[in-house]
């Protein structure tokens, strides 16, 4: 199973011992809730910068689009009571259902998106992908990963020309070879 851990990108702590496996029921609302904190499951097949980046993207996009619909709502409360927006009274209002907090909070986590995007744009590191030698046949090229041993086998046996390459290549580099019969 794959192992996963959660970072929380709002105050960088780190969560341990967290599961999430997409395509479950529920993993959409699990998975938007992780995001409206800030959140996101450390994937360590990609880079941490990168991942952060969307988790923080996604987070702002949700936190304003509550933003703007409670202002939204709030003017339109006004605007039928015949109050005025630019009153204290209005700021006021703002500051008590803690949408002010919610804009600084906002403000916060976009100069870190602008921090981390200078760090990824000055890094301009390829991203290098980790491949399993169990699930992988390296003499194609590129090298392709299978979604199981039995799919690699079921591949290498089929192709009886790469499975012999495949084979000599496990025997030069002293890979265990788990497709061999």
């Known amino acids: 199973m794959y192992k996963s851990s959660t970072r929380w990108i709002c105050s960088f702590k780190c969560c341990t011992n967290a599961r999430f496996r997409s395509n479950n029921p529920g993993s959409e609302e699990a998975r938007e809730k992780l995001y ?3 959140l996101f499951l ?3 097949e990609r880079d941490y910068d990168t991942q952060a980046l969307e988790a923080l993207e996604k987070c702002v996009k949700l936190l304003k689009d509550r933003y703007r619909t409670s ?3 709030l003017q339109d409360q006004y605007v039928k009571a015949d109050l005025k927006l630019d009153t204290p009274q209005f700021q006021e209002r703002l ?3 803690g949408l002010t ?3 600084k909070r906002i403000d916060i986590l976009e100069k870190r998106i ?3 995007r200078k760090t ?3 890094t301009n590191i390829p991203s290098v992908q980790k491949l399993n030698p169990e699930l992988t046949c390296f003499v ?3 090298p392709r990963e299978f979604p199981s041993k039995t799919s690699l086998k079921i591949f290498l046996e089929e192709h009886p020309d790469i499975k012999k390459a495949h084979n000599n290549w496990l025997k030069q580099n002293q890979v265990s070879a788990i497709t061999n019969d």
Request: no cysteine; aromatic share 0%; charged share 25%.
């Open 36 to 38: 409206v904190r800030g």
């Open 95 to 97: 500051n008590v259902l």
């Open 71 to 73: 202002v939204t709502n």
């Open 42 to 44: 450390d994937d360590n």
């Open 114 to 116: 602008n921090i981390i």
């Open 140 to 142: 194609l090229d590129p």
């Open 101 to 103: 907090d919610l804009q």
């Open 120 to 122: 990824i744009d000055s």
